[in-house]
């Protein structure tokens, strides 16, 4: 499919139920929408963002009830650094849709949403121990991937692909 | 000197014991280690410890050029490469806006259900192997051998293919591919029919796997447990039939859905999918087009071996894609498919260089392995094995 530009203007993109259900809960917390490769992308005001995905997550005509992923991108040296990306699926729709959130650099923590999807734990210990970001509230931030004792946080970008740390 | 803690406790004042199981056991299909705190024969918790297989995939992807992380996603989920390598390839298309001609398309449909028909086989021999059958692993081993024929007919390879690239395949299928294919999808029915036989009424296949390791489908959906596994639940859902990729709306399949959320249901559920898949592969046989394999993107798709060597702009565009890559538009792709396993989902993060600035990859081993807590807790020690059968985990594809 060709590429068209992105759609970055709330009220074109109000019929998404997504964007929808939070605009009516409360239009603040949408800090931005991004519509592009027909996928919607909001970013969401980061002490929003557990009570958000509740939100979605109990919505009445549109349950997105499945948390797909959940990741992290470092965007060093610009601020705010990192952005969570959370990416959920309505399984009674279909409906897909990108929530985001930019935390700074310097000692990054956001709630955790494991207690909206159990799932939320593996992915949200992955990033902690990928990424350096901390989960508030997770019942179990501990290392995943990497040994214990490791130093520093493999896929920051300040850290070497190659050769010595 | 760092202090592990003990692997092996004293019984406690509760009575608990709490049991080490793996990283090395024949039965937790890789380096899968899980710690089991037992009262008798009773799991009252249980917890997998993974990153034994953590080899830095996604970071290794992000030093590489676009067409390089092909090779790399064959090694995720080593069992079903061709899926690992249409969804990265999907993502990356998506993001460059590449029309991929049919017949191409319709060699990823036929490639990606003989990768999911090789991969349910693996998991039935091994998985009825764990519960003492012998023998259906040899027959499920003597079918796969001839899927693996295919993929070293078409790509070269046995197991890390790389054969779907960014645009479309690396090769034309060879001469008397698609008959050899049509002589085995016409004699796959009565293989099938042959391990049912062994393991659906065998009494004590269903007695070791009947109201074992139940998931309700509200726990499924919320530990994120996927594909057949979700399905087993009584959750109605499949990507290729829910949102369709790389022409899958073109071909007609049940989804086979169970109530019972245990490892029966889950059997059932995957030796259907064996049924639809050779429904499927019978389908692309029939109906596949003619015409080119590759997208007609010069600056991307690499040039024939023949044009390059009686075309200067050819050869031009070839020493350019090798040694400098291709850009690709500033955005973002999630790209969702249907792994034998469940939701397979790469997401492709692009700055425009040359290089992926980030390569996430949603393993569906690593989701439906946050369920297999809720399946064994409260069960016995022995029914474990049934469950980390019962859903097929990778640990590639768990570790990255």
């Given at each position: 499919m060709p590429l068209v530009p992105p759609i970055t203007d709330i009220e074109q993109l109000k019929s998404h139920p997504a964007l929808a259900r939070l605009v009516e809960w409360n239009a603040s917390v949408v800090k931005a929408v991004k519509f592009d490769r027909e996928e919607l992308t909001i970013w969401v005001e980061k002490d929003a963002i557990r009570e958000a995905c509740a939100i979605l997550r109990d919505s009445a005509d549109c349950p997105f009830n499945y948390l797909c992923d959940l990741t992290c991108v470092d965007w060093y040296?610009?601020?705010?650094?990192f952005e969570v990306v959370y990416h959920l699926l309505s399984?009674?729709?279909?409906e897909r849709v990108r929530l985001k959130v930019r935390l700074d650099g310097s000692s990054p923590a956001i709630e955790s949403v494991t207690s909206v999807w159990p799932s939320a734990n593996f992915y949200e210990r992955e990033v902690f121990d990928l990424f350096g970001v901390r989960f508030t509230g997770h019942p179990n931030l501990k290392r995943i991937m990497m040994p214990d004792d490791w130093e520093g946080h493999p896929l920051r970008k300040d850290y070497p692909v190659e050769g010595y740390r | 000197m760092t202090q592990f803690p003990a692997t092996v406790a004293e019984p406690g004042q509760e009575g608990t014991l709490i049991l080490n199981m793996g990283p090395q056991h024949p039965s937790t299909h890789g380096v899968l280690r899980l710690v089991v705190e037992i009262e008798g024969e009773t799991i009252v918790r249980l917890r997998p410890e993974i990153g034994y297989l953590h080899t830095g995939i996604e970071k290794t992807c992000e030093a590489k050029f676009y067409q390089q992380v092909v090779p790399l996603t064959d090694r995720i989920d080593y069992l079903c490469p061709m899926t690992n390598n249409l969804a990265y390839c999907l993502a990356v298309e998506r993001l460059l806006g590449l029309e991929i001609p049919p017949k191409a398309q319709w060699m990823r449909v036929l490639m990606n259900e003989l990768t999911r028909i090789n991969s349910h086989l693996v998991w039935l021999g091994s998985s009825a192997m764990d519960l003492g059958a012998m023998t259906v692993f040899l027959y499920c081993f003597r079918e796969r051998e001839d899927v693996l024929r295919f993929y070293e007919m078409v790509?070269?390879?046995?197991?890390?293919?790389?054969?779907?690239?960014?645009?479309?395949?690396a090769l034309e299928p060879p001469l008397g591919f698609f008959e050899k294919v049509k002589k085995f999808a016409d004699r796959f029915p009565g293989n099938v029919d042959e391990y049912e036989g062994l393991l659906t009424g065998n009494p004590i296949f269903t007695m070791r796997t009947k109201g074992v390791a139940r998931l309700s489908a509200e726990d499924a959906i919320a530990l994120g447990a996927g594909g057949p596994t979700l399905r087993a639940s009584g959750v109605d859902i499949d990507l290729r039939r829910d949102a369709p990729y790389t022409g899958y709306e073109n071909f007609k399949f049940k989804v086979p859905i169970r109530s019972e959320g245990d490892v029966f249901a889950r059997y059932v559920c995957r030796v259907e999918e064996l049924r639809e898949s050779i429904g499927i592969v019978q389908q692309a046989l029939a109906g596949m087009p003619e015409g080119p394999i590759k997208a007609d993107a010069p600056k991307i798709v690499l040039p024939d071996r023949e044009k390059m060597k009686t075309q200067m702009e050819a050869l031009i565009y070839h020493f350019k894609i090798i040694t400098e890559g291709f850009g690709v538009p500033a955005g973002e792709v999630y790209q969702a498919v249907e792994s034998p396993r469940g939701e397979m989902g790469y997401y492709v993060v692009s700055d425009g260089t040359a290089k992926p600035y980030r390569v996430h990859m949603r393993g569906p081993s690593f989701a439906n392995l946050q369920a297999l807590a809720k399946m064994c807790e409260g069960g016995l020690i022995a029914d474990v094995v049934a469950a980390i059968g019962s859903i097929d985990v990778i640990l590639g594809d768990v570790d990255r």
């Amino acid at each position: 499919m060709p590429l068209v530009p992105p759609i970055t203007d709330i009220e074109q993109l109000k019929s998404h139920p997504a964007l929808a259900r939070l605009v009516e809960w409360n239009a603040s917390v949408v800090k931005a929408v991004k519509f592009d490769r027909e996928e919607l992308t909001i970013w969401v005001e980061k002490d929003a963002i557990r009570e958000a995905c509740a939100i979605l997550r109990d919505s009445a005509d549109c349950p997105f009830n499945y948390l797909c992923d959940l990741t992290c991108v470092d965007w060093y040296p610009s601020e705010p650094r990192f952005e969570v990306v959370y990416h959920l699926l309505s399984i009674p729709h279909k409906e897909r849709v990108r929530l985001k959130v930019r935390l700074d650099g310097s000692s990054p923590a956001i709630e955790s949403v494991t207690s909206v999807w159990p799932s939320a734990n593996f992915y949200e210990r992955e990033v902690f121990d990928l990424f350096g970001v901390r989960f508030t509230g997770h019942p179990n931030l501990k290392r995943i991937m990497m040994p214990d004792d490791w130093e520093g946080h493999p896929l920051r970008k300040d850290y070497p692909v190659e050769g010595y740390r | 000197m760092t202090q592990f803690p003990a692997t092996v406790a004293e019984p406690g004042q509760e009575g608990t014991l709490i049991l080490n199981m793996g990283p090395q056991h024949p039965s937790t299909h890789g380096v899968l280690r899980l710690v089991v705190e037992i009262e008798g024969e009773t799991i009252v918790r249980l917890r997998p410890e993974i990153g034994y297989l953590h080899t830095g995939i996604e970071k290794t992807c992000e030093a590489k050029f676009y067409q390089q992380v092909v090779p790399l996603t064959d090694r995720i989920d080593y069992l079903c490469p061709m899926t690992n390598n249409l969804a990265y390839c999907l993502a990356v298309e998506r993001l460059l806006g590449l029309e991929i001609p049919p017949k191409a398309q319709w060699m990823r449909v036929l490639m990606n259900e003989l990768t999911r028909i090789n991969s349910h086989l693996v998991w039935l021999g091994s998985s009825a192997m764990d519960l003492g059958a012998m023998t259906v692993f040899l027959y499920c081993f003597r079918e796969r051998e001839d899927v693996l024929r295919f993929y070293e007919m078409v790509s070269g390879q046995r197991m890390m293919s790389s054969y779907f690239r960014i645009g479309g395949l690396a090769l034309e299928p060879p001469l008397g591919f698609f008959e050899k294919v049509k002589k085995f999808a016409d004699r796959f029915p009565g293989n099938v029919d042959e391990y049912e036989g062994l393991l659906t009424g065998n009494p004590i296949f269903t007695m070791r796997t009947k109201g074992v390791a139940r998931l309700s489908a509200e726990d499924a959906i919320a530990l994120g447990a996927g594909g057949p596994t979700l399905r087993a639940s009584g959750v109605d859902i499949d990507l290729r039939r829910d949102a369709p990729y790389t022409g899958y709306e073109n071909f007609k399949f049940k989804v086979p859905i169970r109530s019972e959320g245990d490892v029966f249901a889950r059997y059932v559920c995957r030796v259907e999918e064996l049924r639809e898949s050779i429904g499927i592969v019978q389908q692309a046989l029939a109906g596949m087009p003619e015409g080119p394999i590759k997208a007609d993107a010069p600056k991307i798709v690499l040039p024939d071996r023949e044009k390059m060597k009686t075309q200067m702009e050819a050869l031009i565009y070839h020493f350019k894609i090798i040694t400098e890559g291709f850009g690709v538009p500033a955005g973002e792709v999630y790209q969702a498919v249907e792994s034998p396993r469940g939701e397979m989902g790469y997401y492709v993060v692009s700055d425009g260089t040359a290089k992926p600035y980030r390569v996430h990859m949603r393993g569906p081993s690593f989701a439906n392995l946050q369920a297999l807590a809720k399946m064994c807790e409260g069960g016995l020690i022995a029914d474990v094995v049934a469950a980390i059968g019962s859903i097929d985990v990778i640990l590639g594809d768990v570790d990255r």
